[in-house]
């Protein structure tokens, strides 16, 4: 790497990770730096970092995943800058558990050691919105679903798949979404933490490239009322190390699923509620999960049907590597080491306690009346962040991923969120009680 390095005439290295609440976070050093960096690891003051070490162990060191190297497009100016993910070290040399990269890999290998390899393909949502001054949530654009992007979203994105080729992320697709100004950019299948490494990559590329055609781009879930929510659709699946099979498939099966693929959708569904804690992790991700759009409310699972949690995707026949499945809750506002790293975990438990999933439903449940949902005992996801944290308080399974210390430490970050947002006064308020009253 240090001959890489040189050869490519680096100066500076932008060292990179993810806080605990999703947010990537630099620490910037000369390129003569590195060895050390590589060998000793950087210091940082965890302490300052939103969820990280407390004041009395607050010293940390990034110590660089030299397979993450890549030079920054962007920066070249008074030299080049190369960008490298980090993981996290105690003073002591031992990893430090509450990174959340250490999270996902330390499941990463307990499912190794049971055979599998966990893959993951997420489908990123984002906005994009004009910095005129008149409002934060001006869209670029006015298209919808699929639309023709129009010039200047054009030049966007495609200077961000160029950025993203850059990293070493092959883009495989790049559509107008549903809202005006509405974006999807998706990269290929593969393993859980080169995913995790490439999200936090494309979401840092996003927010850049936007900045430099001065426009703001937002991973927000819900940034406008009556708009389409960003989501992070998430499509899984397990394959086995050795023979490279993919594990979730069966041809024999009603949708072409494994008793393994059936086991592990049964254990999402099952610690779903204190999941969607860490995979909908703010107040403002529970105004995207409502009925009248196509991101889910009620937990179910299906094929054709969108309006379920969890979809299984038709694929080509022949093509049995594609087998997957979808949770369409997450959004991009979630730390996407610690989101793979609960919904492994709860799929693993499926698996090992052979648990089944309910009977799939077809049917568009948003038709469905109170008396048929309770009928065909369809249950809801929480309707917001205060019920996520109280559902995670009683799941042990997802507590245990999080480890003691983190779990403590995001209920505490999340719990404050929420009782900040308690005391907000809204203009919705104003407008509808000011007068009245």
Same mark, same amino acid.
């Given at each position: 790497m240090?001959?890489?390095v040189k050869?490519?005439?680096?100066?500076?290295?932008s060292?990179?990770f993810?806080d605990?609440v999703?947010v990537?976070k630099e620490?910037?050093i000369?390129?003569?730096?590195?060895?050390?960096?590589?060998?000793?690891?950087i210091?940082f003051?965890?302490?300052s970092i939103?969820?990280f070490?407390?004041?009395h162990?607050?010293?940390l060191f990034l110590k660089?995943d030299?397979? /993450?190297?890549?030079?920054v497009?962007? %920066?070249k100016e008074?030299?080049k800058?190369?960008?490298?993910?980090?993981d996290?070290?105690k003073?002591?040399g031992?990893p430090?558990?509450?990174?959340?990269?250490y999270?996902l890999?330390?499941i990463i290998? &307990?499912t190794r050691k049971?055979?599998y390899q966990?893959n993951v393909g997420p489908?990123?949502e984002?906005?994009?919105f004009r910095q005129?001054?008149?409002?934060k949530?001006n869209?670029?654009d006015s298209?919808s679903?699929?639309?023709l992007?129009s010039?200047?979203?054009?030049?966007?994105?495609?200077?961000?798949?160029?950025?993203l080729r850059?990293?070493?992320?092959n883009?495989e697709?790049s559509?107008? &979404?549903v809202?005006? +100004?509405?974006y999807?950019?998706d990269?290929?299948?593969g393993?859980?933490? &080169?995913?995790?490494?490439?999200?936090?990559t %494309?979401?840092y590329t996003?927010?850049?490239i936007?900045q *430099?055609?001065?426009?703001r781009?937002?991973?927000m879930?819900?940034?406008?009322? +009556?708009f389409?929510?960003?989501? *992070?659709? /998430?499509?899984?699946s397990l394959?086995?190390?050795?023979?490279?099979?993919?594990?979730f498939y069966d041809?024999?099966?009603?949708y072409?699923?494994?008793?393994?693929?059936?086991?592990f959708?049964?254990g999402?569904l099952k610690?779903i509620?204190?999941?969607?804690?860490i995979?909908?992790p703010?107040?403002?991700s529970?105004k995207?999960?409502?009925?009248g759009?196509e991101?889910?409310v009620y937990i179910?699972?299906a094929?054709?049907?969108?309006? /379920?949690?969890?979809?299984i995707?038709?694929?080509?026949k022949?093509?049995t590597?594609s087998?997957? *499945?979808? %949770?369409r809750c997450?959004?991009?506002?979630?730390?996407p080491?610690l989101?793979f790293?609960?919904m492994?975990?709860a799929?693993l438990? +499926?698996?090992?306690?052979?648990?089944?999933p309910?009977e799939p439903? &077809?049917e568009n449940?948003f038709?469905?009346?109170p008396?048929?949902l309770?009928k065909?005992?369809?249950?809801?996801?929480?309707?917001?962040?205060?019920?996520?944290?109280?559902?995670?308080?009683?799941d042990?399974?997802v507590?245990g /991923?999080?480890?003691k210390h983190l779990?403590?430490?995001?209920i505490?970050?999340?719990?404050?969120e929420?009782?900040e947002?308690k005391?907000q006064?809204t203009?919705?308020?104003?407008?509808?009680?000011l007068?009245v009253f």
């Open positions: 240090l001959e890489k050869k490519d005439n680096v100066e500076f290295i060292l990179q993810f605990l999703g990537p620490v910037v000369p390129s003569e730096e590195l060895n050390d960096a590589i060998t000793n690891g210091w003051d965890g302490s939103e969820g070490a407390r004041i162990e607050s010293d660089p030299i397979s /993450t190297y890549s030079l497009p962007w %920066l008074n030299g800058t190369a960008r490298v993910i980090c996290i070290y003073s002591d031992e430090f558990r509450d990174d959340p990269r999270i890999k330390n290998n &307990e049971k055979g966990f489908e990123l984002f906005y994009l005129d001054g008149t409002s949530t869209p670029i298209g679903y699929f639309d992007t010039y200047e979203g054009y030049k966007v994105i495609k200077e961000i798949i160029n950025a850059s990293f070493g992320i883009v697709t559509h107008h &979404e809202g005006k +100004g509405q999807e950019i990269f290929n299948y393993l859980a933490l &080169e995913t995790a490494d490439k999200l936090l %494309l979401k996003i927010k850049k936007a *430099m055609y001065d426009l781009a937002t991973f879930p819900k940034p406008i009322k +009556g389409a929510g960003s989501g *992070m659709h /998430t499509h899984q394959f086995d190390i050795k023979t490279g099979k993919n594990l041809g024999n099966n009603r072409r699923l494994s008793k393994i693929a059936n086991n959708i049964a999402q610690h509620k204190a999941m969607c804690a995979l909908c703010t107040v403002n529970y995207r999960l409502v009925t759009y991101a889910p179910t699972w094929s054709m049907n969108r309006t /379920t949690l969890i979809r995707p038709n694929w080509f022949q093509k590597i087998a997957r *499945m979808e %949770l997450p959004d991009p506002t979630c730390n080491y989101a790293a609960v492994l975990k799929g438990e +499926g698996i090992d306690k052979k648990l089944q309910p439903i &077809e449940i038709e469905f009346d008396r048929s309770v065909r005992n369809i249950d809801t996801l929480p309707t917001s962040l205060s019920d996520a944290l109280n559902e995670l308080k009683k042990k399974i507590q /991923t999080l480890g779990y403590e430490k995001y505490k970050i999340k719990t404050q929420v009782n947002y005391q006064v203009s919705w308020e104003i407008d509808r009680y007068d």
